[in-house]
């Protein structure tokens, strides 16, 4: 707690200091291009890895970066109620999903209920990618090959949430009007590398 409270004064004698006619701009009013859904993981930063100001992304983040297909029975509020605010209200440009390399909540679906047993909520919103899990296991039967499974898993994972978004009607008016960018990403935490995904030639190639 102690380095918290130390990195608080340092933030506004530093940081704040550094951007404080940015801060001074944008204290009564948010208009981001960008949507990000990353995965709740402490090693994913958003505004790091693509170098934002305050003001810029417009962040969700949850275990495993999940989008929950759109419905009007009013679940998943927390996430939906989100994407919902950034699209219309905010009107973001472009939505980012982000995976990452060595996802728990990714390897965790592999795991049997017993091993989830002390996390009883996590193992439920984990549910939502078991379709996902479903088709790593046709493509890749061998579970001993854990490495491909793993990335595979990951990568699969982010796609499989962009076409949850497709799912949300004002996200796909916009997106088949052009005037919303659906992307997604896999960061590799220990290169810095992130790969996307093109959606016409379905695979993730290095962004350089």
């Not at 530093?14 to 944008?26: C, G, Q, T, V």
């Not at 898993?153 to 994972?157: F, G, V, Y």
């Given at each position: 707690m102690?380095?918290?409270?130390k990195g608080i004064?340092?933030?506004?004698?530093?940081?704040?200091?550094?951007?404080?006619?940015?801060?001074?701009?944008?204290s009564e009013k948010q208009?981001?291009?960008?949507?990000?859904?990353?995965?709740?993981?402490?090693?994913?930063?958003?505004?790091?890895?693509?170098?934002?100001?305050?003001g810029e992304i417009f962040v969700v983040r949850n275990v495993a970066n999940i989008v929950p297909v759109y419905t009007n029975a009013g679940s998943y509020f927390g996430v939906t109620s989100a994407i919902e605010y950034a699209v219309n209200i905010l009107?973001?440009?472009?939505?980012?999903?982000?995976?990452?390399?060595?996802?728990?909540?990714?390897?965790?679906?592999?795991?049997?209920?017993?091993?989830?047993a002390k996390i009883p909520h996590t193992r439920k919103w984990l549910e939502l990618a078991h379709p996902v899990r479903d088709k790593v296991l046709k493509l890749l039967p061998d579970i001993d090959d854990f490495a491909a499974r793993e990335w595979l898993?990951?990568?699969?994972?982010v796609v499989e949430q962009l076409e949850?978004?497709?799912?949300?009607?004002?996200?796909?008016?916009?997106?088949?009007?052009?005037?919303?960018?659906?992307?997604?990403?896999?960061?590799?935490?220990?290169?810095?590398?992130?790969?996307?995904?093109?959606?016409?030639?379905?695979?993730?190639?290095?962004i350089n």
């Open positions: 102690e380095n918290l409270l004064v340092e933030f506004r004698n530093n940081d704040f200091m550094e951007h404080r006619d940015l801060f001074n701009k944008i208009d981001p291009h960008t949507l990000f859904i990353g995965c709740s993981d402490s090693r994913l930063v958003p505004n790091l890895i693509t170098n934002t100001l305050p009107r973001v440009d472009n939505i980012v999903v982000c995976g990452h390399s060595n996802c728990g909540g990714c390897a965790a679906l592999y795991k049997p209920d017993e091993a989830l898993t990951e990568q699969m994972n949850h978004l497709l799912s949300y009607p004002f996200i796909r008016e916009r997106y088949f009007q052009k005037t919303l960018n659906l992307v997604g990403w896999h960061y590799i935490i220990e290169t810095g590398e992130i790969f996307g995904y093109d959606h016409e030639k379905g695979f993730f190639e290095l």
